[in-house]
Protein backbone atom coordinates (compact mmCIF):
# COMPACT_ATOMS: atom_id res chain seq x y z
CA UNK A 1 0.00 0.00 0.00
CA UNK A 2 0.96 3.68 -0.92
CA UNK A 3 1.89 6.65 1.56
CA UNK A 4 0.84 8.94 -1.11
CA UNK A 5 -2.72 10.40 -0.04
CA UNK A 6 -5.10 11.09 -2.45
CA UNK A 7 -7.53 12.77 -2.05
CA UNK A 8 -10.11 10.90 -3.00
CA UNK A 9 -12.15 7.47 -1.63
CA UNK A 10 -8.59 5.68 -2.03
CA UNK A 11 -6.74 7.70 0.45
CA UNK A 12 -5.04 8.07 3.03
CA UNK A 13 -5.31 4.60 3.72
CA UNK A 14 -6.30 3.09 0.43
CA UNK A 15 -4.16 3.01 -2.83
CA UNK A 16 -3.34 5.36 -5.63
CA UNK A 17 -2.67 5.02 -9.45
CA UNK A 18 -4.05 5.52 -12.86
CA UNK A 19 -6.86 3.35 -12.08
CA UNK A 20 -7.87 4.89 -9.19
CA UNK A 21 -7.23 8.22 -10.22
CA UNK A 22 -10.13 6.91 -13.23
CA UNK A 23 -12.36 5.68 -10.32
CA UNK A 24 -12.47 9.06 -8.43
CA UNK A 25 -12.76 11.36 -11.11
CA UNK A 26 -14.97 9.46 -14.23
CA UNK A 27 -16.03 6.23 -13.38
CA UNK A 28 -20.02 6.54 -13.30
CA UNK A 29 -19.30 4.39 -10.33
CA UNK A 30 -19.96 5.03 -6.71
CA UNK A 31 -16.87 4.58 -4.73
CA UNK A 32 -16.91 5.92 -0.83
CA UNK A 33 -14.61 5.33 1.98
CA UNK A 34 -16.68 5.21 5.51
CA UNK A 35 -15.26 4.14 9.44
CA UNK A 36 -16.19 1.51 11.42
CA UNK A 37 -19.07 3.59 12.17
CA UNK A 38 -20.34 4.46 8.68
CA UNK A 39 -19.08 8.18 8.69
CA UNK A 40 -17.90 9.04 5.16
CA UNK A 41 -14.26 9.71 5.00
CA UNK A 42 -13.56 10.50 1.59
CA UNK A 43 -16.03 10.02 -1.57
CA UNK A 44 -15.13 9.82 -5.50
CA UNK A 45 -17.03 12.89 -8.18
CA UNK A 46 -19.44 10.22 -9.08
CA UNK A 47 -21.19 10.31 -5.45
CA UNK A 48 -20.97 13.59 -5.08
CA UNK A 49 -22.46 14.15 -8.32
CA UNK A 50 -25.13 11.83 -7.65
CA UNK A 51 -25.86 13.34 -4.68
CA UNK A 52 -25.28 16.68 -5.05
CA UNK A 53 -24.01 16.45 -1.08
CA UNK A 54 -20.42 16.84 -0.39
CA UNK A 55 -20.66 14.00 1.91
CA UNK A 56 -17.62 14.05 3.61
CA UNK A 57 -18.19 13.58 7.18
CA UNK A 58 -21.88 12.97 6.85
CA UNK A 59 -23.34 9.52 7.65
CA UNK A 60 -23.72 7.30 4.99
CA UNK A 61 -27.36 7.47 5.90
CA UNK A 62 -27.21 10.89 4.44
CA UNK A 63 -26.99 9.57 0.83
CA UNK A 64 -30.07 7.37 1.32
CA UNK A 65 -33.61 7.48 1.05
CA UNK A 66 -35.42 7.89 4.11
CA UNK A 67 -36.96 4.74 5.17
CA UNK A 68 -38.24 3.85 8.60
CA UNK A 69 -35.61 4.27 11.01
CA UNK A 70 -32.08 5.40 10.02
CA UNK A 71 -29.78 3.65 8.38
CA UNK A 72 -26.99 1.20 10.65
CA UNK A 73 -23.89 -0.11 8.62
CA UNK A 74 -22.99 -2.99 11.12
CA UNK A 75 -26.52 -4.20 10.76
CA UNK A 76 -26.54 -3.44 6.78
CA UNK A 77 -22.86 -5.63 6.29
CA UNK A 78 -24.56 -8.18 8.87
CA UNK A 79 -27.91 -8.49 6.58
CA UNK A 80 -27.06 -11.65 4.59
CA UNK A 81 -28.76 -10.40 1.46
CA UNK A 82 -27.34 -10.16 -1.82
CA UNK A 83 -26.64 -8.74 -4.05
CA UNK A 84 -26.02 -5.88 -0.89
CA UNK A 85 -28.55 -2.89 -2.58
CA UNK A 86 -28.37 0.51 -1.17
CA UNK A 87 -31.04 3.23 -2.37
CA UNK A 88 -29.79 6.60 -2.85
CA UNK A 89 -31.40 10.22 -2.68
CA UNK A 90 -30.36 11.71 -6.24
CA UNK A 91 -29.80 15.33 -6.83
CA UNK A 92 -32.24 14.94 -9.59
CA UNK A 93 -35.07 13.45 -7.23
CA UNK A 94 -35.77 10.16 -8.85
CA UNK A 95 -34.06 7.80 -6.08
CA UNK A 96 -31.39 4.85 -7.88
CA UNK A 97 -30.45 1.69 -6.46
CA UNK A 98 -27.03 0.68 -6.69
CA UNK A 99 -26.04 -2.74 -6.34
CA UNK A 100 -22.78 -2.50 -3.83
CA UNK A 101 -19.71 -4.45 -3.20
CA UNK A 102 -17.74 -3.64 -0.03
CA UNK A 103 -14.45 -4.10 0.55
CA UNK A 104 -12.49 -3.62 3.89
CA UNK A 105 -9.79 -0.94 3.92
CA UNK A 106 -7.72 0.20 6.62
CA UNK A 107 -9.92 0.70 10.06
CA UNK A 108 -13.03 0.85 7.65
CA UNK A 109 -14.06 -0.55 4.56
CA UNK A 110 -14.53 0.93 0.58
CA UNK A 111 -18.08 0.62 -1.24
CA UNK A 112 -18.63 0.43 -4.49
CA UNK A 113 -21.74 1.18 -5.57
CA UNK A 114 -22.89 0.40 -9.65
CA UNK A 115 -26.53 0.69 -11.21
CA UNK A 116 -27.66 -3.17 -12.28
CA UNK A 117 -27.27 -2.70 -16.16
CA UNK A 118 -29.53 -5.55 -17.06
CA UNK A 119 -32.17 -3.97 -14.49
CA UNK A 120 -31.75 -0.34 -16.40
CA UNK A 121 -31.88 -2.63 -19.88
CA UNK A 122 -35.03 -3.92 -19.20
CA UNK A 123 -36.38 -1.04 -17.35
CA UNK A 124 -35.25 0.88 -20.47
CA UNK A 125 -37.64 -1.72 -23.27
CA UNK A 126 -40.64 -1.65 -20.88
CA UNK A 127 -41.07 1.91 -20.55
CA UNK A 128 -40.28 2.50 -24.46
CA UNK A 129 -43.07 -0.63 -25.06
CA UNK A 130 -45.48 1.25 -22.55
CA UNK A 131 -45.02 4.32 -24.69
CA UNK A 132 -45.56 2.57 -27.78
CA UNK A 133 -48.88 1.39 -26.54
CA UNK A 134 -49.81 5.01 -24.68
CA UNK A 135 -49.26 6.22 -28.16
CA UNK A 136 -51.64 3.62 -29.72
CA UNK A 137 -54.10 4.50 -27.05
CA UNK A 138 -53.77 8.22 -27.92
CA UNK A 139 -54.38 7.46 -31.81
CA UNK A 140 -57.35 5.57 -31.15
CA UNK A 141 -58.72 7.81 -28.73
CA UNK A 142 -58.12 10.89 -31.30
CA UNK A 143 -59.56 8.95 -33.59
CA UNK A 144 -62.96 8.11 -31.69
CA UNK A 145 -62.83 11.48 -30.46
CA UNK A 146 -63.22 12.72 -34.16
CA UNK A 147 -66.22 9.98 -34.60
CA UNK A 148 -68.14 11.46 -31.67
CA UNK A 149 -67.53 14.97 -33.00
CA UNK A 150 -69.00 14.06 -36.56
CA UNK A 151 -72.05 11.91 -35.01
CA UNK A 152 -72.76 14.78 -33.09
CA UNK A 153 -72.72 17.06 -35.57
CA UNK A 154 -74.54 14.73 -37.58
CA UNK A 155 -77.40 14.99 -34.36
CA UNK A 156 -77.41 18.36 -34.66
CA UNK A 157 -78.24 18.63 -37.97
CA UNK A 158 -81.05 15.92 -37.86
CA UNK A 159 -82.23 17.47 -35.14
CA UNK A 160 -82.83 21.02 -36.59
CA UNK A 161 -84.51 19.08 -40.00
CA UNK A 162 -86.74 17.60 -37.71
CA UNK A 163 -87.52 20.30 -35.47
CA UNK A 164 -87.92 22.63 -38.66
CA UNK A 165 -89.68 20.34 -40.93
CA UNK A 166 -92.23 19.80 -37.69
CA UNK A 167 -93.01 23.38 -36.60
CA UNK A 168 -94.77 24.08 -39.42
CA UNK A 169 -97.51 21.61 -39.18
CA UNK A 170 -97.72 21.78 -35.49
CA UNK A 171 -97.94 25.16 -36.05
CA UNK A 172 -101.02 24.97 -38.12
CA UNK A 173 -102.55 22.25 -35.65
CA UNK A 174 -102.78 24.57 -32.79
CA UNK A 175 -104.30 27.37 -34.86
CA UNK A 176 -107.03 25.37 -36.73
CA UNK A 177 -107.71 23.63 -32.91
CA UNK A 178 -107.72 27.72 -31.73
CA UNK A 179 -110.30 28.72 -35.03
CA UNK A 180 -112.31 25.21 -34.51
CA UNK A 181 -112.36 26.57 -30.34
CA UNK A 182 -113.39 30.40 -31.32
CA UNK A 183 -115.70 29.10 -34.13
CA UNK A 184 -117.47 26.04 -34.52
CA UNK A 185 -117.83 24.85 -30.40
CA UNK A 186 -121.19 26.10 -30.39
CA UNK A 187 -122.17 23.31 -32.68
CA UNK A 188 -119.92 20.67 -30.32
CA UNK A 189 -120.90 18.72 -27.74
CA UNK A 190 -118.78 19.47 -24.17
CA UNK A 191 -116.74 16.14 -24.53
CA UNK A 192 -115.90 17.03 -27.88
CA UNK A 193 -115.18 21.03 -27.00
CA UNK A 194 -112.84 18.92 -24.29
CA UNK A 195 -111.58 16.63 -26.96
CA UNK A 196 -110.26 20.27 -29.06
CA UNK A 197 -108.84 21.67 -26.06
CA UNK A 198 -106.98 18.49 -25.65
CA UNK A 199 -105.67 18.87 -29.10
CA UNK A 200 -104.60 22.76 -28.60
CA UNK A 201 -102.87 22.08 -25.66
CA UNK A 202 -100.68 19.03 -26.79
CA UNK A 203 -100.54 20.82 -30.24
CA UNK A 204 -98.99 23.93 -28.25
CA UNK A 205 -96.64 21.67 -26.03
CA UNK A 206 -95.46 19.74 -29.06
CA UNK A 207 -94.81 23.21 -30.53
CA UNK A 208 -92.64 24.01 -27.51
CA UNK A 209 -90.86 21.18 -27.99
CA UNK A 210 -89.63 21.58 -30.95
CA UNK A 211 -88.91 25.68 -30.26
CA UNK A 212 -86.63 23.83 -27.55
CA UNK A 213 -85.50 20.96 -30.42
CA UNK A 214 -84.20 23.86 -32.73
CA UNK A 215 -82.45 26.16 -30.02
CA UNK A 216 -80.00 23.05 -28.71
CA UNK A 217 -79.45 22.43 -32.23
CA UNK A 218 -78.45 26.23 -32.81
CA UNK A 219 -76.83 26.42 -29.83
CA UNK A 220 -74.55 22.82 -30.33
CA UNK A 221 -73.74 23.90 -33.66
CA UNK A 222 -72.08 27.15 -32.74
CA UNK A 223 -74.81 29.26 -34.45
CA UNK A 224 -76.20 30.91 -31.54
CA UNK A 225 -75.30 34.61 -31.80
CA UNK A 226 -76.17 37.57 -29.42
CA UNK A 227 -77.74 41.22 -30.32
CA UNK A 228 -76.97 43.00 -27.34
CA UNK A 229 -79.33 45.99 -26.73
CA UNK A 230 -80.07 47.92 -23.66
CA UNK A 231 -82.81 46.21 -21.68
CA UNK A 232 -84.84 47.08 -18.43
CA UNK A 233 -85.28 43.82 -16.57
CA UNK A 234 -88.38 44.75 -15.42
CA UNK A 235 -89.83 45.11 -18.68
CA UNK A 236 -88.53 41.40 -19.13
CA UNK A 237 -89.51 39.91 -16.25
CA UNK A 238 -92.91 41.33 -16.99
CA UNK A 239 -93.24 40.29 -21.10
CA UNK A 240 -92.00 36.52 -19.15
CA UNK A 241 -94.94 37.39 -16.30
CA UNK A 242 -97.51 37.54 -19.15
CA UNK A 243 -96.14 34.25 -21.27
CA UNK A 244 -96.59 32.31 -18.20
CA UNK A 245 -99.78 34.40 -16.33
CA UNK A 246 -102.04 31.83 -18.01
CA UNK A 247 -100.64 28.86 -17.06
CA UNK A 248 -100.29 30.52 -13.53
CA UNK A 249 -103.77 31.46 -13.43
CA UNK A 250 -104.77 27.42 -14.44
CA UNK A 251 -103.31 26.00 -11.18
CA UNK A 252 -104.34 29.43 -9.15
CA UNK A 253 -100.70 30.18 -8.50
CA UNK A 254 -99.58 34.13 -7.74
CA UNK A 255 -96.33 35.62 -9.30
CA UNK A 256 -95.29 38.36 -6.92
CA UNK A 257 -92.24 40.45 -8.45
CA UNK A 258 -89.85 42.69 -6.20
CA UNK A 259 -86.83 43.60 -8.58
CA UNK A 260 -83.82 45.88 -6.73
CA UNK A 261 -84.16 49.57 -8.64
CA UNK A 262 -80.39 49.50 -9.00
CA UNK A 263 -79.79 46.70 -11.28
CA UNK A 264 -82.57 47.00 -13.89
CA UNK A 265 -80.60 48.49 -16.94
CA UNK A 266 -78.83 45.53 -18.54
CA UNK A 267 -76.82 45.04 -21.67
CA UNK A 268 -78.05 42.04 -23.11
CA UNK A 269 -79.73 40.33 -25.67
CA UNK A 270 -83.25 41.18 -24.79
CA UNK A 271 -85.58 38.56 -26.12
CA UNK A 272 -82.87 35.80 -25.01
CA UNK A 273 -83.45 36.99 -21.46
CA UNK A 274 -86.91 37.09 -21.43
CA UNK A 275 -86.45 33.40 -22.99
CA UNK A 276 -84.70 32.40 -19.60
CA UNK A 277 -87.12 34.25 -17.44
CA UNK A 278 -89.84 32.49 -19.29
CA UNK A 279 -88.05 29.53 -18.59
CA UNK A 280 -87.66 29.64 -15.02
CA UNK A 281 -90.85 31.07 -14.04
CA UNK A 282 -92.49 27.81 -16.42
CA UNK A 283 -90.82 26.24 -14.25
CA UNK A 284 -91.68 27.39 -11.13
CA UNK A 285 -95.64 27.73 -11.91
CA UNK A 286 -95.41 24.52 -12.89
CA UNK A 287 -93.39 22.77 -10.24
CA UNK A 288 -95.65 24.85 -7.46
CA UNK A 289 -98.67 23.24 -5.36
CA UNK A 290 -101.68 24.90 -6.51
CA UNK A 291 -102.72 28.32 -5.12
CA UNK A 292 -98.84 28.61 -3.89
CA UNK A 293 -96.60 31.46 -4.38
CA UNK A 294 -93.86 32.18 -7.01
CA UNK A 295 -91.68 35.16 -6.40
CA UNK A 296 -89.23 36.97 -8.67
CA UNK A 297 -86.33 38.73 -7.55
CA UNK A 298 -83.03 40.89 -8.43
CA UNK A 299 -80.21 42.39 -6.34
CA UNK A 300 -77.44 44.54 -7.61
CA UNK A 301 -73.96 43.12 -6.77
CA UNK A 302 -70.65 44.96 -7.44
CA UNK A 303 -70.07 44.73 -11.53
CA UNK A 304 -73.81 42.16 -11.56
CA UNK A 305 -77.15 41.45 -10.81
CA UNK A 306 -78.70 38.53 -9.89
CA UNK A 307 -82.15 37.51 -10.55
CA UNK A 308 -83.76 34.95 -8.96
CA UNK A 309 -87.34 32.84 -9.26
CA UNK A 310 -88.55 30.51 -6.34
CA UNK A 311 -90.87 28.72 -5.81
CA UNK A 312 -92.52 26.46 -2.99
CA UNK A 313 -92.50 23.33 -4.80
CA UNK A 314 -90.77 19.76 -4.18
CA UNK A 315 -87.42 20.74 -4.35
CA UNK A 316 -84.59 19.20 -5.74
CA UNK A 317 -82.35 16.58 -4.08
CA UNK A 318 -77.96 17.76 -4.74
CA UNK A 319 -77.51 14.77 -6.67
CA UNK A 320 -80.38 15.90 -8.83
CA UNK A 321 -79.14 19.52 -8.81
CA UNK A 322 -75.55 18.62 -10.87
CA UNK A 323 -77.81 17.08 -13.72
CA UNK A 324 -80.33 20.00 -14.30
CA UNK A 325 -78.71 22.16 -16.75
CA UNK A 326 -77.41 19.61 -18.49
CA UNK A 327 -79.54 18.64 -21.87
CA UNK A 328 -82.24 16.09 -21.91
CA UNK A 329 -81.68 15.57 -18.49
CA UNK A 330 -84.98 15.26 -18.28
CA UNK A 331 -85.89 13.05 -15.48
CA UNK A 332 -84.25 14.44 -12.62
CA UNK A 333 -87.32 16.51 -11.51
CA UNK A 334 -90.99 15.55 -11.79
CA UNK A 335 -93.41 18.55 -12.20
CA UNK A 336 -96.37 18.84 -9.76
CA UNK A 337 -98.42 17.63 -12.69
CA UNK A 338 -96.57 14.41 -12.96
CA UNK A 339 -95.54 14.84 -16.23
CA UNK A 340 -91.91 14.31 -17.36
CA UNK A 341 -90.12 16.95 -18.99
CA UNK A 342 -87.65 16.18 -21.88
CA UNK A 343 -85.01 18.44 -19.68
CA UNK A 344 -83.90 21.07 -22.49
CA UNK A 345 -84.91 24.55 -21.13
CA UNK A 346 -82.80 24.93 -18.38
CA UNK A 347 -80.02 23.64 -20.71
CA UNK A 348 -80.86 26.28 -23.34
CA UNK A 349 -81.18 29.00 -20.45
CA UNK A 350 -77.85 27.78 -19.03
CA UNK A 351 -76.27 27.96 -22.76
CA UNK A 352 -77.62 31.73 -23.25
CA UNK A 353 -76.76 33.15 -19.74
CA UNK A 354 -73.17 31.52 -20.11
CA UNK A 355 -72.86 33.64 -23.68
CA UNK A 356 -73.90 36.85 -21.15
CA UNK A 357 -70.60 35.68 -19.79
CA UNK A 358 -72.76 35.12 -17.18
CA UNK A 359 -73.59 32.15 -15.11
CA UNK A 360 -77.02 29.67 -13.54
CA UNK A 361 -77.53 29.13 -10.00
CA UNK A 362 -79.81 26.74 -8.21
CA UNK A 363 -80.43 26.49 -4.48
CA UNK A 364 -82.84 23.38 -2.94
CA UNK A 365 -83.36 21.30 -0.85
CA UNK A 366 -86.14 18.20 -0.84
CA UNK A 367 -89.52 19.79 0.69
CA UNK A 368 -88.60 23.18 1.05
CA UNK A 369 -89.16 25.10 -2.64
CA UNK A 370 -86.53 25.56 -5.07
CA UNK A 371 -84.69 28.59 -5.82
CA UNK A 372 -83.27 28.91 -9.72
CA UNK A 373 -81.38 31.79 -11.04
CA UNK A 374 -78.82 33.76 -12.86
CA UNK A 375 -75.99 36.44 -12.07
CA UNK A 376 -75.54 38.73 -15.47
CA UNK A 377 -72.16 40.79 -15.49
CA UNK A 378 -73.94 44.36 -15.65
CA UNK A 379 -71.34 45.19 -18.57
CA UNK A 380 -72.90 42.74 -21.00
CA UNK A 381 -70.20 40.10 -20.57
CA UNK A 382 -67.28 40.07 -23.11
CA UNK B 1 -54.61 37.63 -51.67
CA UNK B 2 -51.45 37.17 -50.24
CA UNK B 3 -49.51 33.83 -51.18
CA UNK B 4 -48.87 32.26 -48.05
CA UNK B 5 -44.97 31.84 -47.10
CA UNK B 6 -44.17 28.33 -46.00
CA UNK B 7 -44.04 28.12 -42.34
CA UNK B 8 -42.15 25.01 -42.26
CA UNK B 9 -38.96 26.88 -43.05
CA UNK B 10 -35.23 25.12 -42.60
CA UNK B 11 -34.23 27.53 -39.95
CA UNK B 12 -37.54 25.81 -38.01
CA UNK B 13 -36.25 22.56 -39.24
CA UNK B 14 -33.22 23.30 -37.68
CA UNK B 15 -34.10 24.44 -34.49
CA UNK B 16 -35.93 21.47 -33.93
CA UNK B 17 -33.97 19.06 -34.81
CA UNK B 18 -31.39 20.93 -32.22
CA UNK B 19 -34.20 20.41 -29.65
CA UNK B 20 -35.00 17.17 -30.14
CA UNK B 21 -31.43 16.14 -29.81
CA UNK B 22 -30.91 18.12 -26.68
CA UNK B 23 -34.18 16.10 -25.45
CA UNK B 24 -35.83 19.48 -24.77
CA UNK B 25 -39.80 18.15 -25.59
CA UNK B 26 -41.05 22.08 -24.76
CA UNK B 27 -39.54 23.68 -27.08
CA UNK B 28 -40.38 20.70 -29.38
CA UNK B 29 -43.81 21.15 -28.67
CA UNK B 30 -43.61 25.00 -28.98
CA UNK B 31 -42.71 24.97 -32.50
CA UNK B 32 -44.89 22.49 -33.44
CA UNK B 33 -47.65 24.20 -31.98
CA UNK B 34 -46.49 27.47 -33.58
CA UNK B 35 -46.01 25.76 -37.13
CA UNK B 36 -49.93 24.22 -36.44
CA UNK B 37 -50.97 27.52 -35.06
CA UNK B 38 -49.35 29.37 -39.05
CA UNK B 39 -51.55 26.18 -40.44
CA UNK B 40 -48.98 24.49 -41.42
CA UNK B 41 -50.00 21.20 -43.96
CA UNK B 42 -50.18 18.02 -41.83
CA UNK B 43 -48.15 15.96 -44.63
CA UNK B 44 -45.66 18.48 -44.32
CA UNK B 45 -45.35 18.44 -40.78
CA UNK B 46 -45.40 14.76 -40.77
CA UNK B 47 -42.90 14.34 -43.56
CA UNK B 48 -40.56 17.37 -43.66
CA UNK B 49 -40.12 18.01 -40.03
CA UNK B 50 -40.90 14.30 -38.13
CA UNK B 51 -39.64 11.98 -40.53
CA UNK B 52 -36.77 14.37 -41.79
CA UNK B 53 -35.68 14.72 -38.11
CA UNK B 54 -35.88 11.03 -37.19
CA UNK B 55 -34.09 10.47 -40.29
CA UNK B 56 -31.39 12.44 -39.34
CA UNK B 57 -31.19 11.30 -35.57
CA UNK B 58 -31.18 7.52 -36.75
CA UNK B 59 -28.00 8.85 -39.31
CA UNK B 60 -25.78 10.25 -36.52
CA UNK B 61 -26.78 7.30 -34.30
CA UNK B 62 -25.35 4.78 -36.75
CA UNK B 63 -22.21 6.97 -36.91
CA UNK B 64 -21.86 6.73 -33.43
CA UNK B 65 -22.44 10.00 -33.05
CA UNK B 66 -25.12 9.92 -30.43
CA UNK B 67 -25.85 7.55 -27.76
CA UNK B 68 -29.20 5.35 -27.86
CA UNK B 69 -30.82 7.00 -25.11
CA UNK B 70 -30.79 10.31 -27.52
CA UNK B 71 -32.34 7.93 -30.33
CA UNK B 72 -35.15 6.44 -28.07
CA UNK B 73 -35.40 10.49 -26.13
CA UNK B 74 -36.30 11.57 -29.46
CA UNK B 75 -38.77 8.88 -31.08
CA UNK B 76 -40.67 9.54 -27.47
CA UNK B 77 -40.83 13.29 -27.87
CA UNK B 78 -42.16 12.35 -31.46
CA UNK B 79 -44.71 10.22 -30.56
CA UNK B 80 -45.93 12.98 -28.30
CA UNK B 81 -45.81 15.22 -30.46
CA UNK B 82 -47.89 13.24 -33.04
CA UNK B 83 -50.74 12.79 -30.19
CA UNK B 84 -51.34 17.17 -30.94
CA UNK B 85 -52.08 16.56 -34.35
CA UNK B 86 -53.69 13.51 -34.67
CA UNK B 87 -57.02 15.51 -33.76
CA UNK B 88 -56.79 17.41 -37.04
CA UNK B 89 -55.45 14.28 -38.84
CA UNK B 90 -58.92 12.45 -37.76
CA UNK B 91 -61.07 15.35 -38.21
CA UNK B 92 -61.36 15.64 -42.22
CA UNK B 93 -61.26 11.72 -43.07
CA UNK B 94 -64.18 10.50 -44.94
CA UNK B 95 -62.87 6.82 -44.41
CA UNK B 96 -64.75 5.48 -47.49
CA UNK B 97 -61.64 2.44 -47.70
CA UNK B 98 -59.61 0.84 -44.68
CA UNK B 99 -56.28 -0.14 -44.76
CA UNK B 100 -54.45 -1.83 -42.09
CA UNK B 101 -51.03 -0.64 -40.94
CA UNK B 102 -49.04 -3.82 -38.79
CA UNK B 103 -45.22 -3.80 -37.57
CA UNK B 104 -44.45 -7.61 -38.16
CA UNK B 105 -43.47 -9.81 -35.12
CA UNK B 106 -39.99 -9.04 -33.50
CA UNK B 107 -40.74 -5.27 -34.68
CA UNK B 108 -40.60 -2.47 -31.98
CA UNK B 109 -39.91 0.86 -34.42
CA UNK B 110 -43.88 1.32 -34.64
CA UNK B 111 -43.27 5.03 -34.99
CA UNK B 112 -43.01 4.66 -38.88
CA UNK B 113 -45.97 2.76 -39.41
CA UNK B 114 -48.36 4.53 -37.11
CA UNK B 115 -47.35 7.61 -39.19
CA UNK B 116 -48.34 6.42 -42.10
CA UNK B 117 -51.61 4.92 -41.05
CA UNK B 118 -52.09 8.73 -39.72
CA UNK B 119 -51.07 9.90 -43.63
CA UNK B 120 -53.70 7.35 -44.50
CA UNK B 121 -56.31 9.06 -43.02
CA UNK B 122 -55.22 12.56 -44.23
CA UNK B 123 -55.84 10.94 -47.72
CA UNK B 124 -59.51 9.77 -46.61
CA UNK B 125 -58.68 6.43 -45.95
CA UNK B 126 -59.61 4.84 -42.03
CA UNK B 127 -56.03 3.88 -40.69
CA UNK B 128 -56.12 1.08 -38.74
CA UNK B 129 -52.63 1.02 -36.61
CA UNK B 130 -51.33 -2.49 -35.17
CA UNK B 131 -48.47 -0.99 -33.29
CA UNK B 132 -45.17 -2.79 -32.41
CA UNK B 133 -44.23 -6.18 -32.66
CA UNK B 134 -48.09 -7.18 -33.83
CA UNK B 135 -48.16 -11.02 -33.65
CA UNK B 136 -49.41 -12.77 -36.92
CA UNK B 137 -52.94 -14.29 -35.30
CA UNK B 138 -53.83 -10.55 -34.37
CA UNK B 139 -53.23 -9.03 -37.90
CA UNK B 140 -55.33 -12.23 -39.81
CA UNK B 141 -58.27 -11.76 -37.46
CA UNK B 142 -58.33 -7.89 -38.10
CA UNK B 143 -58.36 -7.88 -41.37
CA UNK B 144 -61.25 -10.91 -41.27
CA UNK B 145 -63.32 -8.44 -38.85
CA UNK B 146 -62.71 -5.00 -41.17
CA UNK B 147 -61.70 -6.69 -44.62
CA UNK B 148 -59.40 -3.87 -45.45
CA UNK B 149 -59.00 -2.53 -49.14
CA UNK B 150 -54.73 -2.71 -48.65
CA UNK B 151 -52.77 -3.86 -45.80
CA UNK B 152 -49.28 -1.75 -45.23
CA UNK B 153 -46.85 -3.95 -43.53
CA UNK B 154 -43.65 -2.01 -42.01
CA UNK B 155 -40.69 -3.46 -41.26
CA UNK B 156 -37.57 -1.29 -40.16
CA UNK B 157 -34.83 -4.01 -39.44
CA UNK B 158 -33.51 -6.29 -42.19
CA UNK B 159 -32.99 -8.98 -39.96
CA UNK B 160 -36.66 -9.46 -39.20
CA UNK B 161 -37.91 -10.16 -43.01
CA UNK B 162 -38.24 -13.93 -42.33
CA UNK B 163 -40.89 -12.70 -40.04
CA UNK B 164 -42.25 -10.26 -42.92
CA UNK B 165 -42.58 -13.06 -45.40
CA UNK B 166 -44.18 -15.49 -42.91
CA UNK B 167 -46.84 -12.56 -42.46
CA UNK B 168 -46.64 -12.45 -46.29
CA UNK B 169 -47.69 -15.71 -46.82
CA UNK B 170 -50.10 -16.16 -43.92
CA UNK B 171 -51.73 -13.30 -45.56
CA UNK B 172 -51.58 -14.13 -49.00
CA UNK B 173 -52.98 -17.64 -48.21
CA UNK B 174 -55.76 -16.23 -46.18
CA UNK B 175 -56.92 -13.67 -48.98
CA UNK B 176 -54.97 -14.10 -52.22
CA UNK B 177 -56.73 -11.01 -54.01
CA UNK B 178 -56.09 -8.46 -51.32
CA UNK B 179 -53.01 -6.43 -52.48
CA UNK B 180 -50.57 -5.37 -49.43
CA UNK B 181 -47.77 -2.82 -49.63
CA UNK B 182 -44.51 -3.25 -47.83
CA UNK B 183 -42.11 -0.41 -46.68
CA UNK B 184 -39.89 1.07 -43.89
CA UNK B 185 -36.42 1.44 -43.26
CA UNK B 186 -35.13 -2.45 -43.89
CA UNK B 187 -35.78 -1.38 -47.31
CA UNK B 188 -33.24 1.40 -47.70
CA UNK B 189 -30.31 -0.75 -49.49
CA UNK B 190 -32.12 -3.70 -50.85
CA UNK B 191 -35.57 -4.92 -52.51
CA UNK B 192 -38.18 -7.87 -51.11
CA UNK B 193 -36.54 -11.19 -51.38
CA UNK B 194 -38.09 -13.70 -53.75
CA UNK B 195 -40.42 -10.90 -54.56
CA UNK B 196 -41.80 -12.70 -57.57
CA UNK B 197 -43.35 -15.23 -55.64
CA UNK B 198 -45.90 -12.73 -54.26
CA UNK B 199 -47.60 -11.22 -57.20
CA UNK B 200 -50.05 -8.72 -55.03
CA UNK B 201 -47.36 -7.24 -52.94
CA UNK B 202 -45.32 -3.87 -53.54
CA UNK B 203 -42.84 -2.83 -52.17
CA UNK B 204 -43.24 1.31 -51.07
CA UNK B 205 -40.18 3.08 -51.40
CA UNK B 206 -41.85 6.46 -50.03
CA UNK B 207 -44.78 8.44 -48.81
CA UNK B 208 -45.29 9.88 -51.80
CA UNK B 209 -45.42 6.73 -53.55
CA UNK B 210 -47.45 5.49 -50.76
CA UNK B 211 -50.08 8.58 -51.30
CA UNK B 212 -49.86 7.86 -55.19
CA UNK B 213 -51.31 4.46 -54.73
CA UNK B 214 -54.28 5.84 -52.46
CA UNK B 215 -55.41 7.88 -55.07
CA UNK B 216 -55.11 5.51 -57.94
CA UNK B 217 -56.88 3.02 -55.73
CA UNK B 218 -59.82 5.52 -54.58
CA UNK B 219 -59.57 6.47 -58.75
CA UNK B 220 -60.97 3.10 -59.44
Redesign the interface.
Given at each position: MTQAEPAGPAGPAGPAGPGWRFLEDSASLVVVRVDQAGKILAANRHARALTGLSLVGQPLGAMLLEFAGAFSLPDWLGDAARPRLLNVATAGGLPQTLQVTVEPAGDGYLLFGQVDAEEQERL?RDV??L???L??L??EL??K???L?RLNALKNQFLGMAAHDLRKPAGLILSYAELLIDEAAIGLTVEQQGFLQTIRTAADRMRGVIDDFLDVSLIEAGRFSLDVQRADLADLVEAARTLVAPSAAKRGVRIATALDPAGRALLVDGPKIEQVLTNLLSNAVEHSPAEGCVRVGSRRLESAVRVWVADDGAGVAAQQRARLFQAFAGDAVAKASGERSIGLGLAIARKIVEAHGGRMFVESEPGSGALFGFILPMNGGS | MQTAEPVLTELVYEEYLAALLAGDRARCTALVEELLAADVGLKDLYVHLFQRALYRVGELWERQRVSVAVEHLATAITERLLTLVQARVFSGATREHAIIIACVANEYHDLGGRMVADLCELQGWRGFFLGADTPLPDLLRLIEEQRPALVGLSLSIYFNMPALLEALDAVTAAHPDLPILVGGQAFRWTGLPAAAAYPNVSLIASLNELEQRLVAYDAG
Amino acid sequence: MTQAEPAGPAGPAGPAGPGWRFLEDSASLVVVRVDQAGKILAANRHARALTGLSLVGQPLGAMLLEFAGAFSLPDWLGDAARPRLLNVATAGGLPQTLQVTVEPAGDGYLLFGQVDAEEQERLRRDVLELNHELSNLSRELALKNAELGRLNALKNQFLGMAAHDLRKPAGLILSYAELLIDEAAIGLTVEQQGFLQTIRTAADRMRGVIDDFLDVSLIEAGRFSLDVQRADLADLVEAARTLVAPSAAKRGVRIATALDPAGRALLVDGPKIEQVLTNLLSNAVEHSPAEGCVRVGSRRLESAVRVWVADDGAGVAAQQRARLFQAFAGDAVAKASGERSIGLGLAIARKIVEAHGGRMFVESEPGSGALFGFILPMNGGS
Amino acid sequence: MQTAEPVLTELVYEEYLAALLAGDRARCTALVEELLAADVGLKDLYVHLFQRALYRVGELWERQRVSVAVEHLATAITERLLTLVQARVFSGATREHAIIIACVANEYHDLGGRMVADLCELQGWRGFFLGADTPLPDLLRLIEEQRPALVGLSLSIYFNMPALLEALDAVTAAHPDLPILVGGQAFRWTGLPAAAAYPNVSLIASLNELEQRLVAYDAG
